[in-house]
């Protein structure tokens, strides 16, 4: 499958599925901001570990929502 590479403001990289938890949009196209991954498509952020911490809707995170960490 398809994969995203990015770094963190530390440096680090962090490899993770490239698709979105919510709606399996392509995280390739996404953006880092912070030390977050977030979606093009509806703005959820991941954390390094591939945890969904935040939803661009404001509305909680879904439990257990999180894309493959490699």
Known sequence: GRV??????????????AYCAHL????SVG???GDTL???FHHWDYDASG??????SGD???PGACVHRF
Request: glycine content about 10%.
């Open 31 to 33: 953006r880092v901001v």
């Open 51 to 56: 945890a969904a911490v935040r939803t661009g």
């Open 4 to 17: 995203v590479a990015w770094r963190d403001r530390a440096g680090r990289a962090h490899v993770h599925s």
């Open 24 to 27: 399996g949009a392509d995280l």
């Open 38 to 40: 977030r979606c093009a």
């Open 60 to 62: 909680p995170v879904p």
